[in-house]
Every structure is written in structure tokens, then in C-alpha cells.
């Protein structure tokens, strides 16, 4: 490291800390949190910030978005401290109740947002008190509510307009790229984090048929096999790919600006890319999870067993599958029949003939 960034770090592997700064996303966020005048005036936190993102890496299998986003949290959490004049060593339940308070009332941050950033503090203390560094200052905490809203997926019209609005990009190159990974996301039903780091030697392509090996959440991997114009144009975007100049990484899907060319797309950038498609489109809501959710609700609709569907998405939970069923076509077509409520309102379907009409008047009566 270059800078003195090291200054005050006596117990770290210079070669562990060079392998968290080589990952783009986490290591600009661990040089950031080396020049936070927070952590430069407590340097065991920061030494200690370290330990515990390196243990992040090789123990937990944490995806490196999931890292660099608890490393940003304590980072901020640092800059919190300082300026309430509190030591991160000694706090107290009412000092992490405040902290929340000021997420909810000074930054607007979500349910959603606060439960996540506690999750990470949680992790933190929890690793801290395990190796003897001193006790676990949010353990009894409980995390916000979050309001739950069903996943929400695309229509059929809703898909075939994403996917004409990939054909209007800005140059052929994108188009090519675009349609590639909105078909990728939508027939494997990746996360987009697996799509970010999805690398060449991890599909398996033949004429009709693909099997990506995905490596999912908590180091779990998974096979999806996938077929149909997904293939064709996979295929096809790797081709033109190969043919590129310039290309600095082995991921499947690269960044085409002018000045990051060639580079490892991160996840933030294929939700503007899928944000950006869908405003060509016309539509109102979007998501790139969405397309994992529709993956889910078409197999099932086409009558794929939910345990199968568990582990193409690689949900360690069931229940977590479930709920995205819940939305499908499938499940919509249970309802109470209209005969029902006819029955008991004395009235009869539209569109009948009139004979049918008397007659089942008459019955009511």
C-alpha cells in the first residue's frame, strides 16, 4: 500500500490486505475508509476493520458487493462516532438506538436500508467479541420492521417491450451486449451480482442447450441449464466479445464507456443499464430482480415442482421460494367462482341468453 494507508496496522498480511484492494468495488471502499479522519484518529478500529473484512473474504463467502457495502457501513458508523464523541469499544444500547434514530430522521433511510446497515454492525461486534476484543455493543439489539410487499415480476408485454428497447441502444455493440444480458438474467434467473462476476469458463454452450455454473450467495454453487434463443445470442455476444481489443477482464459481460472499457461490470451498473432499457421501453417499474422472480413464476406455471425451483434460484430457505410463486399465473387461477356469488345475489352471468336468463331467475326464486 502506498501513502502510509498501513500506518497503525501491525497484525494483517501485507499480501491479505493487497488481495482486498485489488477487488474494485471493496477495495476503493477500504482506501476510503484508510483517509476517514475518524478512523485515522482510532487506528486499533481501523486495524480492526481490516481483520474483520479479511475474515469477511475467506470465511464467511460473502459476495463482494455484500462486503464492500458492511465495510462502507462501519466506515459511516465511524464518522457517527466522532462527531458524537463516543468510543466504538464502549457503547451502549441507547448510543445504537440514536444512531438509527438519525438514519430514520436526518438521512430518510428505509426500513430496509437501517436493517441492513445494522446487519453489518451486527456482523462486526459479533466477530469482535468472538476473538476476545471486547463485548458485543449491539447484542439485545432488534432490528427495524420491514414492511413486506410481494416480489413483483414482468408481464409477457412487459418483457417483449424490454427486450425491442435493447435493439434501440447506442451503438450495436451495447444492443449486443444488452439483449445478452437481460436473456441471461431472465432464463437462469441469476442475481445480478452472479451476472456481474459470471465468468467465460463458466458456461457450458452447445448448439441448443447452456448450463452456467453460478457461484451464489454463501459460496453455494449451482448448475441452471437454459436453452432456446438464449443460447443464440449468448453465443453470439461472445463472438463479438473475443473479437474486442482492450479487455482487461474474464467476466461474461464488460462495460462498454469509453473511459472504464473493457472492464468487469458491477452490479450498480447493470441495474442503470436495465433502469435505462426500461425507460426506452416506456415502463413505469422496473427491477432487475424482477427477472429472477418471472424465471421463478414461469417455471412454476409450467408446472416445475417448487423444490426444483429452490434450487435452480438457490434459495436456502423454501419459504423464501414460496413467496415467489405467490404471484404467478398459476396460483392467480384460484378463486371463488363467479356462479357462487350469483347464487347468492340472485343474479345471472352477462353475455347469457335470455331463455338461460328466466330460467335461472325462476331457480332463485
Same mark, same amino acid.
Given at each position: ?24 468495488k471493496l477495495g476503493a471502499v477500504m482506501r476510503a475508509n484508510e483517509q476517514r479522519a475518524s478512523l485515522t484518529a482510532a487506528p486499533a478500529w481501523r486495524e480492526e476493520i481490516w481483520r474483520w473484512v479479511i475474515w469477511l473474504s475467506a470465511s464467511r ?47 430518510? +433511510? ?157 452490479? %450498480? ?19 432487475? %430482480? ?15 415442482? +417448487? ?7 438457490? %434459495? ?8 415467489y410463486i405467490a404471484v404467478s399465473d398459476r396460483q392467480r387461477r384460484f378463486r371463488l367462482k363467479a356462479f357462487r356469488q350469483h347464487e347468492v345475489l340472485g ?19
Amino acid at each position: 500500500m502506498g501513502g502510509g494507508a498501513g500506518e497503525g496496522i501491525v497484525l494483517i498480511d501485507s499480501v491479505q490486505m493487497d488481495s482486498i484492494l485489488a477487488l474494485p468495488k471493496l477495495g476503493a471502499v477500504m482506501r476510503a475508509n484508510e483517509q476517514r479522519a475518524s478512523l485515522t484518529a482510532a487506528p486499533a478500529w481501523r486495524e480492526e476493520i481490516w481483520r474483520w473484512v479479511i475474515w469477511l473474504s475467506a470465511s464467511r463467502g460473502l459476495a463482494t458487493a455484500t462486503r464492500a457495502s458492511y465495510a462502507a457501513t462501519l466506515g459511516g458508523f465511524a464518522d457517527w462516532c466522532a462527531r458524537k464523541g463516543l468510543d466504538y469499544a464502549d457503547l451502549s444500547l441507547n448510543d445504537i438506538d440514536e444512531w438509527q434514530r438519525d438514519l430514520m430522521y436526518q438521512r430518510r +433511510i428505509v426500513a430496509g436500508s437501517r436493517a441492513y446497515a445494522l446487519a453489518a454492525l451486527r456482523s462486526f461486534y459479533d466477530w469482535r467479541s468472538t476473538r476476545g476484543l471486547g463485548r458485543n455493543c449491539v447484542d439485545g439489539v432488534r432490528s427495524p420492521k420491514i414492511p413486506k410487499r410481494k416480489p413483483r415480476k414482468y408481464t409477457k408485454r412487459q418483457l417483449q417491450q424490454l427486450f425491442a428497447a435493447t435493439r434501440r441502444g447506442i451503438t450495436s455493440l451495447v444492443c449486443r451486449r444488452d439483449e445478452a444480458l437481460l436473456l441471461m438474467l431472465w432464463a437462469t434467473g441469476m442475481r445480478c451480482e452472479e451476472a456481474a462476476t459470471l465468468r467465460i469458463d463458466q458456461l457450458e454452450l452447445d448448439e441448443r442447450v447452456g448450463v452456467v455454473r453460478i457461484d451464489g450467495k454463501g459460496g453455494k454453487e449451482r448448475e441452471v441449464a437454459f436453452e432456446g434463443p438464449a443460447v443464440r445470442i449468448l453465443r453470439e455476444w461472445l463472438v463479438v466479445r473475443d473479437q474486442l481489443s482492450n479487455v482487461l477482464t474474464d467476466t461474461v459481460f464488460l462495460t462498454v464507456r469509453k473511459n472504464w472499457f473493457g472492464r468487469q461490470m458491477q452490479p %450498480h451498473t447493470i441495474e442503470c443499464v436495465v433502469k435505462a432499457i426500461a425507460k426506452r421501453a416506456g415502463l413505469g417499474e422496473w427491477g432487475v %430482480h424482477r427477472f429472477r422472480v418471472t424465471f421463478a413464476t414461469q417455471l412454476y406455471d409450467d408446472g416445475v415442482d +417448487i423444490e426444483k425451483i429452490r434450487i435452480l434460484l438457490g %434459495h436456502e430457505d423454501i419459504n423464501t421460494t414460496r413467496k415467489y410463486i405467490a404471484v404467478s399465473d398459476r396460483q392467480r387461477r384460484f378463486r371463488l367462482k363467479a356462479f357462487r356469488q350469483h347464487e347468492v345475489l340472485g343474479t345471472a352471468p352477462d353475455g347469457l341468453p335470455r331463455w338461460a336468463k328466466n330460467t335461472t331467475n325462476t331457480r332463485g326464486k
